[in-house]
Every structure is written in C-alpha cells, then in structure tokens.
C-alpha cells in the first residue's frame, strides 16, 4: 500500500512539472485541445531540458508518468521505442549510468546513535517542545521517542528493511522466539505479489546493540494496543491513534530525518545518509564478515545479484582485497 502511495505521489509531481512547462509554451499538456496538444515530440524536449539537472532514474520516472497518465486520459503519446532508446544512450553516455547510493551506516555509527538517543539529547525534539514541563514530563518525552528510535535504527539494521518495511509493520507482524524475534514482511518492493517473507533476528544478549532487547523496551512503552509496531508519536510524545483505537505508522519520512539527524548529531556531514542507508549497512557489514552473498540476498530479500552488489560499499572493497599483494610481490 506505501509504495503505490509513493508511486501516485512522484507521478503526481512528474504530472505537475510537464504541465507547467507545457502551459509555458501555451501548449496543452492533456492532449484533449488538439490545436494546442503537446505531443511525444515535446515530452522528449521536455526530458533533454530535465536532463540538464537531473539524474537519470528521474527521468526515466517522469516518462512513466507523463506517459501512464496520458493513456488514463486516452490521449496516448506514440512514443517511437527505439528512438527514446537512443535518447536514453546519448544521455547515458553524457551523465553516466552510475546510481546514487547512500552511506552505509555501520556498527561505529550505532553506537555512537545510542548515546545520541539518551535522554536529553534527543536530536527530533527542539526547546519549543520542551519548554514547561516538569524534569518527569521532560524524561518521559525523551525516552519514549529515544526508545522507539533506537529500536528503528537497530530493526531497520538488523533486518536489512526498507523504510516503508519499517513503517508498515503491524504489532501482529511480530513474535518471539527462544533464538531472538520474527518480523513478517506482507508486502516489500521486490514482492508486488504479496506473498510475504518471514525475517529473523539474532539476539544478542548483553550488548547494547541487540535489536531485540531494543524492541523489547520499546514494547513495554508502546503497550500492546493493536496497530503499528512503529507508531506515531505526537509532539507530547503520546501514541498516535486513529478513530477505530488503532495505532498509527510512523511516517516512512521521519525514519529518514531520524537517520538524518542522528547522524549529524555524532558529528558526521548527513547528506550522504538516509533511511536507505540502513539496508546498506547491512549489506555492507555482512560482507565485512565474510557471509556469503546468497544468505545476505535472502536476509534482505533481494532477487537478483546485480541489485544485492549495489549495496555493497566501499568499506568492504578491502575485504580480501589483494591488489597491495600484487604492487609488493608478497
């Protein structure tokens, strides 16, 4: 459901930046004013002046937009395949094809996290929201967000999960066993078909990262209120529910601010950093320690090879790297 809403929401901005630059030529961007429909012509002129400033996988999303919303509106573009094709090549060639990939965040910067997330430090609360109250309210806010937070980063780390993953879990999604806890996943990016994935997470006992002694902890401030395992906090600090009693899901974009922020709070430039930058760490630290490829894939629920290496990042480019072997003869 969160990634259909994503996908209405960036056609929707796509949709609204081609009519605008339409209009601007007093064309109209619908096609139903055949005097003035801008045609697959001008959807192509449109994206080279895209091309200017932005990356590829954004123009290909403007395309798809443009182009499904047309056909809704049964004024279809004719685009010519083979000639968008060689438009893609000659752009390709002139920007690069190399995807942006975000910092991995790693155990240093979970540790450091935890101390971020103590009481009175939380980096999402600023003084307007702490201003009158007692030192018990102060604490109780801080800890209830810091609590819910740190069992965020440690989940979304630990299970290599999506933010939507994140957001969308539901208090019956999880279970526990004598090993550590079950997390079901309903519904990701790689599975439209809903067919679910089960995903287990080690306990790790007297470790101040173990997910689930932090989701644990979590639990015991969260109550056992049907709903989000994730919930909404208000600014009080309070659970957010909705009219049927049901917990709300914390937006998908606050766990990309709280990685953000935590970041930034532990002395690290934070635009390289993101919620994805979780599901890379974990990636990332795995390779590190020598798991094989195929596990780490089923872990993280990837499908194909070529998408499961993109997550690798440079920290592991040193693990078994042999090219000092080969410049000292050793």
Request: charged fraction near 25%; charge should be positive; hydrophobic fraction near 45%.
């Amino acid at each position: 459901m969160r990634c259909l809403q994503n996908t209405r929401i960036a056609y929707g901005k796509a949709w609204r930046a081609w009519s605008e630059w339409c209009l601007g030529f007093g064309l109209d961007p619908t096609g139903e004013d055949a005097a003035a429909a801008a045609d697959e012509r001008w959807l192509v002129m449109h994206l080279t002046a895209l091309s200017e400033k932005r990356s590829l996988s954004t123009i290909l999303l403007r395309r798809a937009a443009v182009v499904a919303i047309r056909k809704r509106l049964k004024r279809p573009l004719a685009l010519d395949d083979a000639e968008f094709e060689a438009f893609l090549k000659g752009l390709r060639r002139a920007k690069g094809a190399r995807p942006v990939r975000k910092a991995a965040l790693l155990e240093p910067n979970l540790r450091a996290a935890s101390l971020v997330l103590t009481p009175g430090t939380h980096p999402d609360l600023v003084g307007a929201e702490l201003a009158g109250r007692g030192g018990e309210g102060r604490k109780a806010l801080l800890d209830t967000r810091g609590v819910r937070d740190m069992a965020l980063l440690l989940i979304g780390f630990a299970g290599g999960f999506r933010r939507s993953e994140l957001a969308a879990f539901d208090l019956r999604d999880l279970s526990f066993s004598p090993e550590g806890l079950v997390l079901f996943v309903g519904r990701s990016k790689a599975d439209q078909e809903r067919h679910g994935a089960e995903v287990g997470i080690e306990a790790v006992p007297g470790s101040s990262l173990c997910a689930v002694t932090a989701l644990r902890r979590w639990l015991e401030a969260r109550g056992d209120a049907p709903g989000a395992l994730f919930c909404r906090l208000d600014r009080g600090g309070n659970l957010v529910a909705g009219a049927d009693g049901r917990l709300l899901p914390v937006d998908p974009a606050t766990i990309a601010r709280l990685v953000k922020r935590v970041v930034t709070r532990t002395g690290i430039e934070a635009g390289e950093f993101s919620a994805h930058s979780l599901r890379a760490g974990m990636m990332t630290a795995a390779d590190l320690l020598g798991i094989p490829l195929e596990k780490a894939m089923e872990h993280g629920r990837w499908k194909s090879y070529a998408s499961a290496r993109i997550y690798r990042r440079h920290e592991s480019l040193w693990q078994g790297n042999f090219t000092g072997r080969l410049l000292s003869g050793k």
